[in-house]
């Protein structure tokens, strides 16, 4: 148990569907966040919630669609996606968005779009 | 803007002996924190050692310990007596504060991936 669980594990789309990433914690943190993880690339950050408000979106495509419906469920929603967006996409917590202690990631969802 | 610059992508250590990976950092803020992560096969990326940058003394976990050089930016991450389950792929990460309204910035260096051989 990772404290922080994401499903699906793998992910097959293609370009005109819609899917969900989900992401969950137990942990009582306030803050989650999405990353995307492509080969060789740093870790791309893609949107922070804390306390189940939006904080940052670091201009991501509108193709990406968070939500944060409590502060123990975060959503990535997937429609009409290119194959470029295939990629690792994880998940993370922390006790507050201005913690010092790092973060807890997930496991991740291998996507991939064909 | 903050850079993380991980120059090794791959590494190779025998098994029981010591391995050190290289990170260097670039930044004009002067309170800071440095990380290391590993990302085993299972994907799950694991925090292995922080570094608080107002900290002279380097930070030791266990097998892991630190080279924290601040004039110099640079934050490299030794593992004594390497395991099987240290093969993985290791990321610095540089953080610093951000406003209670965004958040903390971090950002990762593009990783190293160390094997371990039996």
């Known amino acids: 148990e990772t404290g922080v669980t994401q499903t699906p594990r793998h992910l097959v789309m293609g370009m005109t569907n819609k899917k969900s990433l989900k992401c969950e914690q137990h942990?009582?943190?306030?803050?989650m966040y999405w990353y995307k993880q492509s080969a060789k690339k740093p870790l791309e950050l893609m949107f922070v919630?804390?306390?189940?408000?939006?904080?940052e979106n670091n201009s991501v495509p509108s193709r990406f669609s968070p939500e944060c419906p409590n502060s123990s469920h975060l959503f990535l929603h997937l429609h009409t996606l290119q194959p470029e967006d295939s990629a690792l996409y994880l998940c993370?917590?922390?006790?507050?968005?201005?913690?010092?202690?790092?973060?807890?990631f997930g496991s991740g969802t291998r996507l991939t779009v064909v | 803007a903050q850079t993380v610059t991980q120059s090794q992508p791959e590494m190779s250590v025998q098994e029981a002996e010591t391995v050190t990976l290289s990170c260097t950092y670039d930044?004009?803020?002067?309170?800071?924190?440095l990380f290391w992560y590993k990302q085993p096969p299972s994907r799950q990326m694991i925090l292995v050692i922080r570094?608080?940058?107002?900290?002279?003394q380097n930070a030791t976990e266990n097998r892991f310990s630190v080279n924290f050089q601040k004039a110099a930016k640079s934050f490299s991450l030794k593992i004594s007596d390497s395991q099987l389950g240290d093969t993985a792929m290791y990321f610095c990460?540089?953080?610093?504060?951000?406003?209670?309204?965004?958040?903390?910035?971090?950002?990762f260096g593009t990783g190293t991936s160390l094997t371990v051989i039996p």
């Open positions: 993370a917590s922390s006790q507050e968005a201005t913690t010092n202690y790092g973060y807890t």
């Open positions: 942990l009582g943190h306030n803050a």
């Open positions: 919630y804390s306390l189940e408000e939006r904080v």
């Open positions: 930044t004009s803020e002067s309170n800071y924190y």
């Open positions: 570094q608080e940058a107002y900290k002279q």
């Open positions: 990460a540089f953080m610093k504060h951000g406003g209670a309204n965004t958040g903390n910035q971090f950002y």
